[in-house]
């Protein structure tokens, strides 16, 4: 017969469980449901049947065009770039402790993007190429912000102000290449600079799927890591986690998809960085925050696509209106910080 207290603690983790389990499942419903009333409702509508009868396949006059080469291409896209961004965005602040360590901030989303402009307007390459140098860029950059930052272990607060200063010379080097491009080359390349789902097409998906199916899975099986380098990298070590190895394959992980993510809608500004915490808010601590997150990022670029194509005055890309959401969050975060005296 188990102790009482034995049994409060296993009943406490059932709980924990449970309402884990509800909230993926709520999250899950509204990524469904954003998803077909982006399919359904535009500038036109069209009935459920319809999109159903598209989705299956069927050749239905007046709505495969638009739901098939518009509309789905430009949801999945959404989706899967969502996912990408809100988990990768997730496994940066865990491991770091910190809800300013998140891909917008410390660098990872503008090396993309320069590393994307250049390949654009000073080597003049397109398509697939493009993408592929975006990848290595933020691969390269992740690494160098880490690097530059180890000395004794690496500490969340030294990694975000490195990486804050390698964005801001990103940034600048992005501005000067765009102040000598010529004019038939920089409608391509802001795009790079806003994200966008703009003139999605379904071929685009394929990168993203396996991105996120390889390096969402290995994320996935290093749950258990991440959640003991929540707890400091000496308590990491004490549970015997490889802390060393642990980061450096979680940091290759969530780069590999925030890069890929990227490389294909541009840097869709702020969903890596609020999905974290929108999602440890939801869940408390009943569980990880990995598939949560994933799940907020995704209805994210869903409804601020959404929002930007019919709920505003104008038509706005998806980064303009989760940039808009973001901000103030982070102004919310460092003022609290001021008046608590705490770090973030």
């Known amino acids: 017969m188990l102790s009482p207290t034995l049994d409060r603690i296993i009943e406490s983790r059932r709980r924990r469980a449970r309402r884990h389990a ?3 499942a709520i999250l899950l419903v509204l990524v469904v449901a954003i998803f ?3 399919l359904s409702l535009g500038q036109s509508f069209m009935p459920p049947g319809d999109v159903i009868r598209v989705l299956l396949g069927e050749n239905v006059p007046g709505a495969s065009f638009t739901i098939g080469q ?3 291409p430009r949801a999945v896209l959404a989706v899967l770039a969502g996912l990408s961004f809100g988990l990768g965005g997730a496994a940066f602040q865990i491991m770091l402790r910190n809800p300013l360590a998140s891909p917008d901030i410390i660098g990872i989303s503008w090396s993309a993007s320069a590393a994307a402009v250049f390949a654009i307007v000073v080597l003049s390459l397109k398509g697939p190429v493009v993408s592929i140098f975006a990848v290595v860029a933020g691969l390269g950059v992740a690494l160098l912000v880490y690097a530059l930052s180890s000395r004794n272990g690496v500490a969340g607060t030294r990694l975000i102000l490195v990486g804050i200063g390698v964005s801001a010379m990103l940034e600048s080097f992005i501005a000067y290449i765009l102040s000598q491009a010529p004019a ?3 409608q391509e390349a802001i795009r790079w600079l806003t994200g966008s789902v703009n003139g999605a097409q379904l071929g685009q998906a394929l990168p993203l799927l396996i991105a996120l199916v390889v390096f969402g899975g290995l994320l996935l099986s290093r749950a258990r890591d991440l959640e003991a380098l929540r707890l400091g990298d000496d308590t990491a070590a004490a549970l ?4 060393a190895r642990a980061r450096v394959m979680i940091i290759v992980a969530a780069v590999g998809m925030i890069a890929t993510a990227t490389a294909v ?3 869709i500004a702020f969903v890596a960085f609020l999905s974290g915490p929108i999602a440890a808010r939801i869940v408390g601590n009943s569980g990880s925050l990995l598939i949560p997150s994933a799940l907020i990022g995704a209805i994210l670029v869903l409804a601020g696509d959404y929002a930007g194509q019919f ?3 104008s038509r706005y890309p998806v980064g303009v209106v989760t940039g808009a959401l973001g901000a103030p969050y982070l102004i919310f975060l460092i003022v609290r910080a001021n008046r608590t005296g705490s770090s973030l």
């Open 36 to 38: 077909a009333l982006t």
């Open 70 to 72: 518009l509309r789905l």
């Open 22 to 24: 509800l909230v993926v």
């Open 265 to 267: 809608t541009g840097p």
């Open 311 to 313: 709920l505003l005055p």
């Open 240 to 243: 015997g986690v490889g802390v």
């Open 184 to 186: 038939w080359t920089l």
